[in-house]
């Protein structure tokens, strides 16, 4: 019933890896790009990856730069984010997002969704 539903979060030491993947319901957010963002206990929402509609191009915040990447596969309607050399920072609800809106204010990236999934729990011991 869900539009979009995370899954493959879990609990693993620093240093490890997961793969996290967001299903997309039938061809709603057909052309959008896609994202992902996590919000850790006590702290605000914040950006992680999004991903181009065609996968050409992608952003990443600048902590999970050279650590996470970012992957689509629409013929199955599904969004990844590969999660190596995980932190304890890391730990945080991860969602997934349909970019609603996308601009370059200043230079930079911005992805403001329109939907979110429910979100999957990560959690990193150190």
């Known amino acids: 019933q869900e539009d979009l539903v995370e899954s493959g979060g879990g609990l693993v030491q620093a240093g490890e890896s997961l793969r996290l993947s967001c299903t997309t319901a039938?061809?709603?957010?057909?052309?959008?790009?896609m994202g992902w963002f996590r919000q850790a206990a006590g702290k605000e929402r914040e950006f992680v990856a999004a991903?181009?509609?065609?996968?050409?191009?992608?952003h990443y915040a600048n902590s999970v730069k050279g650590r996470f990447t970012i992957s689509n596969e629409n013929a199955k309607n599904t969004m990844y984010l590969q999660m190596n050399d995980l932190r304890p920072e890391d730990t945080a609800v991860y969602y997934c997002?349909?970019?609603?809106?996308?601009?370059?204010?200043?230079?930079?990236?911005?992805?403001?969704?329109?939907?979110w999934g429910p979100g999957t729990q990560v959690t990193v011991s150190s």
């Open positions: 039938g061809h709603m957010f057909r052309g959008l790009d």
């Open positions: 991903i181009t509609w065609n996968g050409d191009n992608t």
């Open positions: 997002a349909a970019c609603g809106h996308v601009s370059f204010l200043g230079g930079y990236y911005q992805c403001r969704p329109s939907d």
